[in-house]
């Protein structure tokens, strides 16, 4: 299996676009990619494209066939691939596969969800698709209530507090404001968020990460190829996937996500390194909570001790290990077919010394975390800078 | 790139299926495919899954963490791919891929819709989707309407009668008598087919693919260890795609699929032959006048012709070439996810010498055509029995 590169990286402002739709996002992701690889569209092989619901969200499926369309790219292959909210990171999967096995040499990966064109009730229930259907939606177990179960158990087990996951959203929308791409650009103290409105308890609105509409798109090469492109590839030096139960209910551990401990060992294992090595992290923030956990179940902290680690400012930008510099989830925003690609986006600019104010200093290794449904799927990729 | 075996093939009757659910189907079909590899479920690495419309058709989306869920595989990796009706063909080429590259020995691939759950309006309006949704859905065209236009171009310009259509859906009948797992095994008569109602002229009922619940799994394994298993491996030796308009408006040409004729000259390049070395070949037939296309755009009769061989019997069992031996998308039925699966599966049957009463003699080379849409995605794969 041979080496693969990200060599071009592309992003729209995350937020609520109501002037453009999900084809414009694609394209504008798509272009800047393409610009950043400083390669020419005929050059792209095949395209691998990450979306959650747009079935629900816009009436539209065959998503893979409108993004070629699109981009004027017909007729080379183009494939959509859905894991929930980790449709992103499902498809640089499969997009990397690809280019490993051979068959291809240089191929686009993105991410798009446009999710503002209905109701926000509509919006609920479309991602409720992301849990299990019949044993929780069903029963009116929309995501909130999913992770509050989850909230509520660490606080149980390790004494996690609500000011201990409400600093977690404090530090990612101190990152927000650094990053021109961020959905919320603005920070917010401790007391707004313990005074914001419970969604499910003890979850509050400022817990809770937003509905948006953005996309996100990744140009990759063989790696033993990118240096005709950039003098700057960074390399995926590890990949790692794994699956849980779909329903809360059935699992064994209600503390951490098994699929995140376990899609991070195949990753660190395919890298050669172990969590000391990663000096940035993207993380699923979709909820205060799920940062905590992942944070523990990535093994930068142990069990019990993320949200401590959070309150004490030990995630913070060019601290012990610098968590969601783009904002995360929760500043940046969440078009959930999108995020998995954003999170590699940040990681590339970071590694290529490109994040501007939100510079973490001399990272050699990053690492992108995406969740899908309360942890059903996990992918955890590891980036770096080349020699 | 190394090669890529069938090991393993399970089916689900297709048809209407009031009892059981999409979970249950994805059971049966998975643990069939399974048993008939001969292996342990243990010993499978990753699962690739293709499903349309789920999020529509039963409020489910998150399908690969679904099945692996399902199956008791967790925690490997599970992703779903969809390309509207040729989302199983997808999904089995992100599974060559990950096999060809290294990284796994031994997958699973499946496809599945349950596509009874809701009224044929709600299910005409799902698959709606897999064209475009701005400039025909919304407009009320619907699948019937975008290819009676295709049908309506090729009467003109080739002088295509509907009795040559009509053809089509009586031959393919009459090997879905042969097959037990068919939808429909009833045989019809060309005058029953033009005394069916129009349902968008010169489409009648009986030149359209039914709606469909089923399901169907493949084991794949990288060709050097495929002996461990099976003394008899079908070897993938081709596997092509290509994307098109996903408007039929923007189109070239009227008359034929590009993506077809695309996808087809990548599998053909690859496996070293040309249309005159394969013996059966699985077609895109959701209309009989798709199918018509088909069999000219992959070569096997001159553009024009492909009505008069049909209505001339040259596509029946055991003819100049067998097309649809399973009595194809309209007599096997087309539950949308599984079909490029159940194509696969065929044509394995065939060359393992095992499709009974609708055996194909000789044959050396099969071939699958799945279509997405109005021929916005085609995937083409080419299988050969082991020497």
Redesign the interface.
């Known amino acids: ?1 041979r080496g693969v590169s990200v060599i071009g990286t592309g992003l729209t402002k995350f937020g609520e676009h109501w002037s453009v739709g999900f084809r414009e996002l694609i394209t504008e992701a798509a272009v800047k990619s393409i610009e950043d690889a400083n390669i020419e569209g005929k050059e792209i092989q ?1 395209i691998f494209g990450g979306t ?5 969200f ?9 993004i ?2 699109q981009l004027g ?12 909210c980790a449709s992103g990171s ?1 498809a640089l ?2 997009a990397y ?2 280019v ?4 291809y040499d240089v191929v686009a990966v993105g991410g798009v969800e446009k999710m503002t064109d209905i109701s926000t009730e509509e919006a609920a ?2 991602l ?7 044993w929780e ?2 029963l009116g177990a929309t995501f909130p209530a999913l992770y509050a179960l989850l909230a509520r158990r660490h606080m149980l087990e390790y004494g996690t507090t609500e000011e201990q996951m409400a600093s977690v959203s404090v530090k990612n929308h101190a990152n927000g404001v650094l990053n021109p791409y961020a959905q919320f650009q603005k920070e917010i103290t401790i007391d707004e968020v313990m005074n914001s409105g419970y969604i499910a308890s003890p979850l509050k609105l400022l817990d809770c990460s937003p509905i948006t509409d953005g996309a996100a798109s990744l140009i990759l090469c063989a790696s033993e190829k990118a240096r005709k492109y950039t003098d700057l590839p960074i390399e995926i030096v590890g990949t ?8 809360l209910s ?1 699992r064994a551990n209600m503390t951490e996500l ?2 995140t401990k ?2 991070a060992k195949q990753a660190y294992s395919q890298a050669k390194v172990d969590s000391s090595k990663i000096s940035l992290a993207e993380v699923h923030d979709c909820f205060s909570i799920a940062e905590i956990l992942a944070i523990e179940d990535l093994g930068f902290f142990s069990k019990g001790q993320g949200g401590k680690a959070s309150m004490d400012g030990r995630t913070a930008l060019n601290s012990d290990i610098s968590i969601n510099t783009s904002g995360g989830l929760k500043a940046c925003g969440h078009p959930v077919g999108a995020t998995g690609i954003k999170q590699v986006c940040e990681v590339v600019w970071q590694l290529r010394n490109e994040a501007g104010k939100r510079q973490v200093e001399g990272a050699e290794y990053g690492l992108t975390h995406n969740v ?2 309360s942890g ?2 996990a992918v955890v990729n590891i980036l770096k800078r080349a020699d």
């Open positions: 299996m095949a959650m619901a747009s079935g629900s816009i009436g539209q499926e065959h998503i893979g066939a409108l070629a369309d790219m017909n007729p080379i292959p183009s494939i959509r691939m859905e894991a929930a499902v999967r499969s596969f690809a490993a096995s051979g068959m229930t479309a409720g698709g992301a849990g299990d259907q019949e939606l069903f790692g996937q794994a699956s849980d139960t779909l329903a059935n098994n699929a376990e899609a899908g449904g059903a799927t």
